[in-house]
């Protein structure tokens, strides 16, 4: 059974940094690329970030490149999403997904999701 469980939310002013995990069970993630994605009350769902396990390639949205890292531990089943200089913009639920790596693009579709971690910037 595949299961994604998010974790790391929470409040921080603006300038802050903050790290999302995502932890992965029921497949193994070297064969699978996982993405970041947010909503904001009121806005559609966008893709934050994502990387693909098998080549290690990334893609950032235009709005975090430079300030978010993705990472993973394929040992640990682990995806971190690093966010440096939160901006009160950046405030959403943020969700990892997963997708088998032949069937990747970095806007989706993804097949699994997680529940959701709160992430606030304000100040």
């Known amino acids: 059974q595949v299961q994604l469980v998010e974790s790391g939310g929470g409040s921080v002013q603006p300038g802050g940094s903050l790290r999302l995990s995502c932890a992965a069970s029921g497949f193994t993630l070297a064969v699978y690329a996982i993405g970041w994605f947010r909503q904001a009350p009121g806005k559609e769902r966008e893709a934050v970030s994502s990387?693909?396990?098998?080549?290690?390639?990334?893609y950032y949205a235009s709005s975090v490149k430079g300030r978010f890292t993705i990472s993973t531990d394929n040992g640990q089943n682990m995806v971190y999403l690093q966010m440096n200089s939160l901006k009160p913009e950046d405030t959403a639920v943020y969700y990892c997904?997963?997708?088998?790596?032949?069937?990747?693009?970095?806007?989706?579709?993804?097949?699994?999701w997680g529940q959701g971690t709160q992430v606030t910037v304000s100040s």
């Open positions: 997904a997963a997708v088998r790596k032949y069937y990747y693009t970095p806007l989706g579709p993804f097949d699994y």
């Open positions: 990387i693909n396990n098998f080549d290690g390639d990334t």
